[in-house]
Structure formats: structure tokens, C-alpha cells
């Protein structure tokens, strides 16, 4: 590939229509969708993605069954166990984005376990977005920075330039290729202040569905766009 995305974010969505039309209950689905996780996140690394976010539990998801609720949880609890020594040989930094303090405790405590020991890590940013909502980022955003403007630490002046560096993660770039899976056509309140500019890209497959082709479809029509931010063609292809 010639252009590259160097930040794809996914929102992986279908895990429980895909167990529902096999006659399985929601919870298969999702153990299903890991072994999504597992293979894109490889795949992405070796394609040299910079930057993989994966929309994995949203704000509005504390919103579902208990039942369901506490079954995710079960199924990150254990993502974290058998992968982390597999993040940290292939050279993945995991970072975290979202209000992690409703986590469970034991969840938490696992995962800045892995952020310390990935640390370091050289290769694929690999975010992971739980208990994690848009409107929820920029509103946190907005926070930290009125209180370090009624500090004199920061000015309405320079709002526009500095506002990205109180997000999560700032050091995360803004999302230049969304994946959506499942057919769904919007974006579900994720990371609006850095999808600003992005490429979206939609798909009928069921997130248990998506293999490592389909993403490579959605790199080479991403690199097929034109990116203009703004500009006129002439300017572009100046």
C-alpha cells in the first residue's frame, strides 16, 4: 500500500446478530468477536497501522442485562490474562480510553498491569475504548481545561490548538480510516472530536465475520480517497 491510514479506529459491531441467527445466545457471539480482535490486531500490526482503536465497550453498554454486563467483563478479564504475553513479544503498546473507574476493580487492576509492561513497546498503539463515550471524552476534555483556565494555566486564546492535548490519550492521533461492521451507518458516539476528518468505511460482515481481506479492502479504498480537510483539488494536487 502506498498511503497508508496510520490511525484505524473499528467499531465492532454484529457480535450478537451473528449468534442470533446461529441459534446461540449473545454471550458466543462475543467470545467469537475476540477471535476478530485477535486476528485484525496482528494483521493490522503487520500491515504497520500506527494506531488501532477498538470501540470495545461503550458508556451506553452499562445500559444492557446484567447478565450480559458481567459476562463482557468475564471475557476481558480473560483477553487481558491469555494475550498480554503475546502484546508484549510483538512489540503492541496497549493504551486505554474511556471512564475506566466503572470497570470492575480486578479489570482495572489487570490492564494497568498490561499499560506498564507494554509500555515501552515500539509498534502498534493498539487503544483499546472502554466504559468510553464521545460527548463523555469532550466533556472531560472540557473540564480539565476550565480548571486550568481559572489557574491561568491555559487560555480561551489558544483553545482551538491546545483542547486535543487534554483528551484521552492525546498522544493519539486523530482517526484518519473508521471501520464500522454490521451494516449500521453511523458512529455511535465515538471519538467525535477525532473524526472530524475521517474516512468512513461501512460493511454488511458481522464483526466474528471480518477477516484480515476485508481489511485490506478498506485500506485500499481509503487509499483510492482523495483527503481534502478543507482544500480544493488544485490545491491538493498542487
Known amino acids: 500500500m502506498e498511503s497508508l491510514p496510520r490511525h484505524v479506529a473499528i467499531i465492532m459491531d454484529g457480535n450478537g446478530r451473528w449468534a442470533k441467527r446461529r441459534g446461540l445466545p449473545r454471550i458466543f457471539g462475543h467470545r467469537e468477536g475476540v477471535k476478530a480482535v485477535k486476528r485484525i490486531v496482528r494483521h493490522a500490526s503487520a500491515c504497520g497501522i500506527e494506531y488501532l482503536s477498538l470501540f470495545a465497550f461503550s458508556t451506553e453498554n452499562w445500559l444492557r442485562p446484567a447478565e450480559e454486563i458481567n459476562a463482557l467483563m468475564k471475557i476481558l478479564s480473560e483477553f ?3 494475550e498480554l504475553k503475546n502484546i508484549i513479544n510483538e ?3 496497549l493504551t486505554v480510553s474511556g471512564r475506566t473507574d466503572m470497570l470492575p476493580a480486578n479489570v482495572v487492576a489487570k490492564l494497568d498491569n498490561a499499560l506498564y509492561l507494554s509500555g ?3 509498534g502498534l498503539n493498539l487503544n483499546l475504548c ?5 460527548r463523555h ?3 472531560d476534555a472540557a473540564v480539565q481545561f476550565a480548571r486550568d483556565y481559572s489557574n491561568n494555566k491555559a487560555k480561551i486564546e489558544t483553545a482551538d490548538k491546545i483542547f486535543k ?3 484521552y ?3 493519539i492521533p486523530d482517526v484518519d480510516l473508521l471501520i464500522r461492521t454490521s451494516g449500521e451507518k453511523r458512529i455511535s458516539n465515538f471519538m467525535l472530536w477525532r473524526l472530524a476528518y475521517a474516512e468512513l468505511y461501512f460493511t454488511q460482515t458481522l464483526w466474528p465475520g471480518f477477516f484480515e481481506d ?5 485500506l485500499e479504498e481509503y487509499a483510492a480517497r482523495i483527503r481534502r480537510f478543507g482544500k480544493t483539488d488544485e490545491q491538493i494536487h498542487k
Open 165 to 167: 492535548n487534554y483528551l
Open 80 to 82: 487481558i490474562d491469555k
Open 169 to 171: 490519550n492525546p498522544e
Open 120 to 122: 515501552s513497546n515500539t
Open 137 to 139: 471524552e469532550i466533556i
Open 91 to 93: 512489540n503492541i503498546k
Open 214 to 218: 476485508e481489511f485490506d479492502l478498506a
Open 130 to 134: 472502554l466504559s468510553y463515550g464521545g
